[in-house]
């Protein structure tokens, strides 16, 4: 059956009302325009979406290599609370949230429902909390394609910018190499450049980054947070911050935060930065009159996929931390 939506003549006359505060001639307008009583009740409760015009519901997003994301609006929201008066739970309700589809899922394996129980797990726990947030963000490992055996887990995938270099020659996915995709996404929020956007994705760009290559703009980032951001992507993994660090570290950055403090004088100065600099591409990706202006390379490649880079894993480090391939006879 046909998705009934509404018509573009409909969406015109009532683009510009308020859903929440609807006058009563509003009010007898969209009972006479809007005839299915479910898109009705859904346009009532959430006005329409800003991207598609129509009532706010789940709408297609993005598509990868091995699944597809809608965005939609939760309902009844997930639980904050307990509301011990009431005795029962408070839930934080009408929240935007991303809807994922895996391909292939009707052969799903056990080893990929482990991975997702234990981001659940993480998500549940006190200590968890900065990889719940990167949860909201990108679903972390769940970047294969969901029908894989066990006895095809010699391959690695993922979106190479993405993946840590410890990963790139042959490890697993680790805790410590989700918390270098957090850093490079963090930095990609910070500038709003995709990482290596102007370069082909391929072995060479996985073997620069094995040699310490990251992700660089002329986008100014206050100090305190590129420092954490190169903590998190260190190539020593045993350098990286783990989740309760990282926590604690955005934590004392929020409570410190006030006119005099260090981070609030480092917004500034890099505001100012950025405003005096005479390309577009360094302005604030934040400020809604910002406009990024960069050229993606046709190589490029922000879906997950196969990183068949076999020379990777042969490659040792010498004594002053660059790395060499192997000669094996």
């Known amino acids: 059956m046909d998705e009934i939506k509404l018509s573009d003549d409909v969406i015109e006359q009532i683009k510009d009302f308020n859903h929440r505060f609807l006058i009563e001639e509003q009010e007898l307008l969209i009972d006479k325009l809007i005839l299915n009583e479910e898109l009705k009740e859904l346009y009532k409760e959430y006005g329409l ?4 015009k129509q009532p706010n519901i789940g709408h297609f997003y993005s598509e990868g290599g091995f699944g597809t994301v809608f965005k939609a609006i939760w309902e ?24 994922k589809c895996l391909h292939n899922s009707q052969n799903i394996t056990t080893e990929f429902l482990r991975e997702i129980e234990l981001l659940l ?23 294969q394609p969901a029908n894989m055996k066990i006895s095809q887990e010699d ?8 993946v840590a270099p410890e990963v790139l020659r042959g490890g697993v996915y680790t805790q410590v190499s989700d918390i270098y995709a ?37 986008y100014k980032i206050p100090n305190l947070i ?50 005096k600099s005479s390309s ?8 809604s009159t910002s406009t990024l202006s960069y050229t993606t390379h046709p190589q490029a490649s922000y879906t997950s996929r196969l990183l068949s880079f076999k020379n990777l894993s042969k490659l040792k480090k010498t004594d002053d931390n660059s790395f060499e391939l192997m000669r094996i006879d």
């Open 49 to 52: 979406c800003n991207e598609c």
């Open 280 to 287: 577009s591409t360094v302005k604030s990706p934040l400020l």
């Open 155 to 162: 391959n690695t995938f993922g979106v190479l910018p993405y």
């Open 76 to 99: 009844d929201g997930f639980i904050g609370s307990w509301d011990s008066e009431k005795n029962q739970w408070h839930r934080l309700m009408h929240k935007e949230v991303a809807l």
């Open 226 to 275: 590129f420092d954490i951001i190169n903590q998190c992507w260190d190539e020593d993994s045993l350098k990286r911050p783990n989740v309760v660090e990282l926590r604690e570290l955005f934590r004392k950055m929020y409570n410190d935060y006030n006119e005099d403090s260090v981070i609030n004088k480092q917004i500034k100065e890099a505001d100012e930065i950025n405003s």
């Open 182 to 218: 957090f850093g490079i996404v963090a930095y990609e929020i910070c500038t709003g450049f995709p990482p290596y956007h102007n370069v082909p994705h391929d072995e060479f760009l996985a073997l620069k980054i094995c040699e310490g290559l990251r992700p660089e703009s002329n």
């Open 121 to 143: 797990i993480l998500a549940a726990n006190k200590s968890g909390r900065i990889i719940r947030c990167y949860a909201f963000i990108t679903d972390v490992g769940l970047c």
